[in-house]
């Protein structure tokens, strides 16, 4: 591991980021950001735009909350440079599989057999229980909840605060809202709010 690292999107996510990262001892942290009006983050740096991070010699991560763009951007960098960031107050089995660009954040628990995919944000608090399986750019935000056997798919988002019962599938591109407990397997795209999860028309 380095310990140079750049961070892809100077903003209130890459600032818990870059706490994280400092925690895992990386001492040389700076910002990429496209918006040429952004000079610094937390107080890093901002040495440049998102398309020099294959050129910088750093281990790379993307702290952009929004999966489309964090995918296309992570993409467009070798995951040799990819960094994958644990706080250390975070609970993560020893069997747990995790991808490359992936944070785990402060208090996040993650249970044994769970498998977490590419560039996943598992936030503040959230929980993954045993034999989860979260798909490549999803989203388990403040507070949410993964019960056991649960399968996420790509670039979903699952709200704060949210809870997904034990067994339930739900499919790509999907968005969980805050609070909202689901139930029952959700096959269709859209965003599902309430008690239970029921889809917005």
């Known amino acids: ?62 702290g952009i909350g929004n999966a489309s763009i964090r995918k296309k951007i992570q993409q467009s960098i070798p995951a040799r440079k990819m960094a994958t960031l644990i706080h250390p107050s975070a609970v993560v089995a020893e069997d747990v599989i995790i991808g490359v660009g992936t944070v785990i954040m402060a208090g996040a628990v993650i249970n044994s057999g769970a498998r977490i995919g590419t560039g996943c944000i598992i936030n503040t608090c959230a929980s993954v229980d045993h034999d989860c399986n979260v798909g490549d750019y999803a989203h388990i935000a403040v507070g949410s909840h993964l019960c056991g056997t649960v399968s996420v798919g790509d670039e979903t988002w699952i709200g704060a605060g949210a809870t997904v019962s034990n067994n339930i599938s739900i499919c790509s591109e999907g968005m969980i809202g805050a609070g909202a407990v689901v139930t029952k397997d959700i096959i269709e795209k859209g965003t599902y709010v309430g008690v239970p999860a029921k889809r917005l028309r």
């Open 1 to 62: 591991m380095s310990k140079k690292l750049v961070i892809i999107g100077a903003s209130g996510h890459g600032k818990v980021i870059a706490d994280i990262a400092k925690k895992n001892g990386y001492y040389d942290i700076a910002f990429l950001d496209d918006n040429e009006n952004i000079h610094e983050c937390g107080g890093y740096p901002v040495v440049g735009r998102s398309q020099e991070a294959e050129d910088i010699n750093a281990d790379v991560i993307v």
